[in-house]
């Protein structure tokens, strides 16, 4: 049965604001280019690849070699829409996408996709707190960056600490619906794997934009050229992490063409 579940991710930060953030998705780029089309209107396309061998829980390699666990993600960005789609070559009818869209509110839209009723029907809504933590297999994976939230306080803004209710009391406020829906018709491991990646994609949501308020006095009013710095050690870091080789290095032609909103 395919998963659909839509993630909304309030932050301290308006839409505009969230557009100049660095990111903290760190992957192998194969391709990178300009994009335009009648849905998006114009954005960057990238061709990705996450190499997962190393992290794959236990139970997931019992059916599928190391090599297998290799995912291509296809994504369109053309804030403040963005699209990706993943596939794995090994499992062919496996897919999954992740379609946002950011509005200027606090979580309150009801279908912001433009879902069907049939559709509406079967998606679950969870709105993340980016105050809270977690502790389970996916946020380990992941790691955490430790910031106490409800305590921190910009120096440069003024915003925070994250106090119970403040989704509804901060200005400005914004929120990035992620709808991610998952297919995996696989008799016996299909539907553990949906709802396995489901769990790794809200551990990677938290902890993402947690860092991207967390770390506001580091980029806030920065220069692009800064931000760009920050994005590769933001992206270094996260690789280490997860056992993958980072997507920037010390290469001046991806350093020009890659922009990629981290929220």
């Not at 659909?4 to 953030?21: A, G, N, W, Y």
């Not at 380990?140 to 509804?168: H, K």
């Not at 539907?191 to 980029?219: K, M, P, T, Y």
């Amino acid at each position: 049965m395919v998963q659909m579940k839509e993630f909304r991710i309030v932050m301290p930060l308006s839409v505009e604001e969230q557009q100049s953030t660095t990111g903290t998705e760190g992957v192998e780029i194969v391709e990178n280019r300009p994009f335009e089309d009648d849905v998006y209107g114009k954005g960057q396309y990238t061709l990705k690849i996450y190499r997962l061998q190393s992290k794959a829980p236990t139970w997931l390699t019992k059916f599928a070699p190391a090599d297998a666990l290799v995912m291509q993600e296809e994504a369109w960005n053309a804030y403040p829409k963005c699209k990706s789609v993943v596939k794995c070559p090994y499992f062919t009818r496996f897919i999954l996408t992740i379609d946002t869209v950011h509005k200027d509110d606090n979580g309150q839209s009801e279908n912001v996709h433009g879902l069907t009723e049939e559709q509406l029907a079967v998606r679950q809504v969870e709105t993340i707190d980016i105050a809270s933590t977690v502790n389970d297999y996916w946020s380990y994976i992941i790691g955490s960056s430790n910031i106490d939230l409800s305590q921190f306080q910009s120096a440069r803004t003024g915003r925070g600490p994250l106090t119970d209710g403040w989704q509804g009391q901060c200005d400005p406020v914004s929120t990035a619906y992620k709808l991610v829906t998952i297919d995996a018709p696989y008799w016996g491991f299909g539907s553990r794997l949906e709802q396995a990646l489901v769990a790794g994609e809200r551990a990677l949501f938290l902890e993402s934009h947690r860092n991207c308020f967390g770390w506001i006095d580091e980029w806030f009013g920065l220069s692009m050229d800064k931000m760009r710095e920050l994005e590769k050690q933001s992206d270094s870091s996260l690789n280490k992490k997860l056992g993958r080789p980072c997507a920037i290095e010390d290469n001046e032609e991806l350093d020009e063409i890659r922009t990629i909103p981290s929220c």
